[in-house]
């Protein structure tokens, strides 16, 4: 009996697509073939080996409308020669390439929303562009069958707009080191930086209150380590030096997938700081760091976002602030510390029942 394929379309570098990756996995254990099509920027880094297959295109441009037009031709096409029985398309920039060829083929088309791509942030203040992928959505969405995203705000929102059931599949992790000692290529943070860490992991872009916990540490005894890369890094880097600041903030970078858990359980609090300006889709959203920093067992603390504040609320593993301002930031450290072990009990608990494998159970039909 052939094995049935999975073709995953991201318009990312695959360097740290987490959740599809862990989507993947599972597909592999259900009987699965799959393959992932990304992209190759010219500084991309080198992927390990994997259990399934990979595609990174290289394409002339890496930004803006030329880059966008250019990945969804060339994916047509190669969607369009493909072998394969399901498509899975991440998030809108790649759905319109899946769509019409899922038609011209009569495949299955799942849709996975990361987001409330329509009111990311990055379109706020760009209303052509908005204007073109809100079309593309309208066109598209009232037409699939098969549609899952990370919230239930995100979900219910869809739902109103085009009367389409969508299911919430959460990003939680689904690798916990079992071990405590630290590989031997992992660094030993806390001997490094002491115990009193805070810890942000994730895309340093605008809208992520780095600023502001930044302008925080004057008066935290405190050292926050910061993973990851992004469109602000040197501008914050700037900001760090201005403030006198180098020995308390320190820029880790890109940290692999695998790696990560170990440093983010190192850490004393997560941070999730979220501004609450951003439009919809930050306030609508549930970051996967939310989790991971559950997972690593340690409190989080984040902005008073929707789904956010539900969570928290629910599970207690964490306190959100009302905003982003010095005080907020440091009154809400002082009270996680003053309850800290109540908060690592609730992670741990909560790690019990809040697992991968629950959650992408609410979409095996769809590949059925």
Partial sequence: MRVKKVLISVTNDLSNEYRMHKTA?????????????????????????LPYKVKRLKLP??????????????????LLFKRYDILLSVDLDTLLANFLVSKIRRKRLIYD?????????????????KKIWQIIEKRIFPKLKYVYTVSEAIAKEYEAQYKVKVKVVCNIPDFLPESKALPAHIPDLKKKYGDKILMYQGAVNIGRGLEQIIEAMHK?????????????????????????LTDKVHFLGHIPLNDLPFYTR???????????????????????????????????????MLEIQHFLDTYKTGLYIPENTTLCITEGIKELESNY?????????????LTWTNEIKKIKTFFE
């Fill in 25 to 49: 996995l599972w597909l592999l254990k259900q009987g699965f073939e799959v393959e992932i099509i990304g992209r190759k920027k010219k500084k991309s880094s080198y992927l390990p080996m």
């Fill in 61 to 78: 441009f890496e930004k803006g409308f030329l880059f966008y037009a250019t990945y969804n031709l060339t994916l047509f096409f190669v």
């Fill in 113 to 129: 929303s990361h987001e409330y791509f329509t009111e990311l942030p990055e379109l706020t203040h760009r209303p052509r562009v």
């Fill in 220 to 244: 935290l005894d405190y050292v926050l380590l910061i993973l990851g890369k992004g469109d602000i890094e040197n501008e914050l880097k700037e900001l760090v030096i201005r403030q006198n």
């Fill in 266 to 304: 190192q850490a004393h609090i997560g941070l999730c700081l979220l501004d609450k300006n951003m439009g919809k889709s930050y306030q609508y959203a549930l970051p996967n760091k939310v989790f991971e920093y559950m997972y690593a067992n340690i409190p989080v603390l984040a902005t008073q």
């Fill in 341 to 353: 072990s109540a908060f690592q009990s609730a992670c741990k608990e909560s790690t019990a029942f």
